[in-house]
């Protein structure tokens, strides 16, 4: 895992110094060195940078940029198959100079073209510059578990694996988009192919982006789709043979997850899917693996105890430690910083505290992320289930009346009700669910931390909303709730929350953080099985539940699902309070002007003054002004 920059310059105003800055911003993301290959052309400048982690192969001469017959390349990540690859071409007639899995990326470009990208499984995002066809070539993984940062405005292209190299380059100008403040408001991240900034963009993952050197022309395909997976007739097979075959699956795509030249560890949380990655590559493996655990020393939604008890059984060499909140809260100024964009997923903090943890030990990481979006491990999973075809099943003239007097009737006039906590949240969104309830429109409710009246009433100006795999219109939405969210979920939340954390956090200390859930094999298995296989008789994840039960007992497993708990409201109230009126007051909210200030201050009074549900939109807000200080007054 590394960091990649450069730019495509058709005004000729960069240089190699500006393409070293650019590169040396993400020093962090390859402690092992620097790459750059820069060409001077009568009509344009080319730059690639490079900053090196070193997993496979090595030896300096598998750094990069790497040079093959006219095809220059920088990459990230990692293909797990490059081997057996490798094999397939010299079989062809090809000869290598190194071990590297960047060499494989060149040589079968070369063989086989765009087609090659259908042969790699992996993690990446790739450019080539090939000199032949005058082309720069920028592709993303499937799954977009690799970042993949760009600009263009026909004058200049720049790349990144971070927006912080964009952003050095001195003709980039930073401008916010506010449709994407808006979107972050809602979702706690700015959803791809968006991004902060105006005329910045993340290229969306399965996608492949070719910009003609000659032309200017950009143009974007996809590649690959989850939803072409979901579409197909479900698999005629029997539940129990459909556990073994998963187990099969998992099998292979976690020892590829392996494959390295340094140290492997895996984060080992005590949850389903970490020790269903844990289980299944410790058990054949006659060497302890290495396993990590953080926990906290005053939350009860700790799951540390439990993942030493697995450990202990599964026998890998475990290491735990327990933070203080101080430690937790230290983590918070140094967020801006890492993620680049606003991010609001508090369990950012959690997850660089036990890449810090691994780092001291290993240089690659397992992460067991997508286990809940694949298998339908979510809780929101549950409404849909329970109370989807309920509310649904109600008369639309009974509902629609009942949205009506609702609407007419304020939350804060409920007796009884008006001072419970997340009455007034809720009372919005069963209001919305009987105007429409559609599978889109329940998801919605269950991710959304502002809704659009709210953002309408925050924003000083008009914004024009995004439009974002979030307005999915791919599934026939009567057919398959469950699909419906396991698939949206797989395309929005996974890729720029829960990817965009892990990426940011392991990055953070230099540690390669990999996702064995991620194997494009496993999610196209998945998505034809039967829904009712995956959510059993109201069982979630029952696939891997049954998996991980032939190996760890049942009573080790079977708690409710818990993670690292943030106290994200009682440190508002408390130790951040001061972090809050410090960030969110008259004087700092005019310095971009985006938002009512008497609509922020209502939002705080009503926080502070018992309505704890408000806590995740002011924990938003504080993450979007600690964001801009760090970027925008610069």
Known sequence: MCGIAGFVDFTNKSSKEILSLMTLSMQHRGPDGQGEYYQQKDDLQVGLGHRRLSIIDLSTSADQPMHYDKLHVVFNGEIYNYAELREQLIQLGHEFKTHSDTEVILHSWKQWGAASIHKWIGMFAVILYDEETNEVTAIRDRAGVKPLYYSYDNNLFCFGSELKAITKHPSFIKEINRSAVANFLQYGYVAYPHCIYNDTYKLAPGHILKLNLATKAVKIEQYWDVYEYYKKTKLSI???????????????????????????????????????????????????????????????????????????????????????????????????????????????????????????????????????????????????????????????????????????????????????????????????????????????????????????????KPFIGLVTEHDCDQFDLHNDPLAYMMGVDYKTYLVDDILQKVDRATMSVGLEGREPFLDHHIIEWAAQLPSNYKYHNGDKKHIIKQIVHKYVPQVLMDRPKMGFGIPIEKWLNNELKSLVFENLNKDKLNQHGLFSVIDVENILNQFYSGRTEKHLQVWYLLMFQMWYNTYMND
């Open 238 to 460: 029997s539940l129990p043979e459909a556990i073994t075959e998963t187990e099969s699956i998992l099998q292979k795509a976690f020892q590829y997850r392996m494959v390295s030249d340094v140290p492997v560890g895996i984060f080992l949380s005590g949850g389903y899917d970490s020790t269903c990655v844990t289980t299944l590559l410790q058990k054949d493996s006659a060497e302890r693996l290495k396993t990590f655990t953080i926990g906290t020393t005053t939350s009860a939604l700790d799951e540390a105890p439990f993942a030493k008890q697995i450990a202990a059984h599964l026998g890998t060499d475990h290491t735990e430690y327990y933070c203080t909140p101080k430690e937790a809260l230290e983590i918070i100024p140094q967020l801006p910083h890492f993620y680049d964009e606003p991010f609001a997923d508090s369990s950012a903090i959690p997850t660089m505290l036990v890449s810090k943890l691994s780092r001291e030990k290993v240089t690659v990481a397992l992460s067991a992320d997508a286990g809940d979006e694949v298998f339908a491990g979510y809780n929101r999973y549950d409404y849909i289930a329970r109370y989807g075809n309920k509310i649904a099943a109600i008369p639309k003239p009974i509902r629609k009346l009942a949205a009506y007097v609702m609407d007419n009737i304020s939350s804060e006039k409920i007796p009884g009700f008006k001072n419970r906590q997340n009455f007034h949240g809720r009372y919005t969104k069963f209001k919305n669910l009987l105007n429409d309830p559609s599978p889109a429109e329940l998801m919605k409710n269950l991710t959304q931390t502002f809704t659009n009246t709210e953002l309408d009433k925050l924003f000083a």
